[in-house]
């Protein structure tokens, strides 16, 4: 079976710039997950959804962030305009709510880097 | 926010050693999810544990849930090179469907 797909790998682009990051989540999980990975802040959540609608958006840094799910197979998350800070690693991650059990599974990831 | 707190931060060891590593924190989790970072790549899940007390193996990895809920810890058994890579702990706290990380065991084996 496919794994969590992300979009692209790695991109570079210039300060000013408007990113946008695509994640394919595992086929029938119902929640969705977005993290940004730095080596001074560790794996941090973005934000996440729930059956295409955002839950909680809190761990979003700054209205430059936003993230949609317009279906239940595709989800963006969109920086515009990008800064250098906003150079990271960005992981989507999803999972199925089955009530006793809880897994995430996260993509390869896209390495960001903005100069 | 909640914090786990996760040692040791790196381990240096030869081939064929036994290898240890833990989290803690102050909350009570509900789950204790433990992944595996290769460079470049998403952390794989290793092991799911959900019960306090619970002890689950996977190969040489074995994790269990500790019985104050508050702790969870990985071992690693007849360590080889490809045991190399960042190991995280994540806890879930009852009621949210977030998960809590810890910020990681880098893990380097000598052969």
């Known amino acids: 079976d496919a794994g969590v797909i992300q979009s692209p790998r790695h991109e570079v682009t210039e300060m000013g710039q408007e990113v946008t990051l695509r994640c394919k989540p595992i086929?029938?999980?119902?929640?969705l997950f977005w993290y940004r990975q730095t080596m001074m802040r560790g794996l941090e959540l973005l934000i996440y959804f729930n059956n295409n609608v955002p839950i909680d958006d809190s761990g979003m840094p700054e209205d430059r962030f936003s993230a949609k799910m317009p279906n239940a197979s595709f989800s963006t998350l969109k920086i515009q305009p990008s800064e250098p800070r906003d150079s990271a690693v960005y992981f989507c991650?999803?999972?199925?709510?089955?009530?006793?059990?809880?897994?995430?599974?996260f993509g390869p990831g896209t390495r960001l880097t903005v100069t | 926010g909640q914090q786990l707190n996760q040692s040791p931060q790196s381990m240096f060891i030869q081939e064929g050693e036994d290898v240890s590593m833990n989290c803690t924190s102050s909350?009570?989790?509900?789950?204790w999810l433990w992944y595996k970072q290769d460079p470049g790549e998403g952390p794989v899940l290793l092991i799911a544990l959900y019960k306090a007390g619970e002890l689950t193996s996977n190969g040489r990895l074995t994790a269990q849930f500790g019985i104050t809920r508050k702790d969870s810890f990985l071992n690693i058994s007849a360590s080889i090179p490809s045991d190399v890579g960042i190991y995280f702990c994540a806890g879930q706290l009852g009621g949210s469907e977030k998960l809590v990380f810890g910020k990681g065991t880098k893990l380097t084996v000598n052969p």
């Open positions: 991650a999803s999972s199925l709510w089955e009530g006793s059990t809880y897994e995430q599974y």
């Open positions: 086929s029938g999980h119902d929640y």
């Open positions: 909350s009570i989790f509900n789950t």
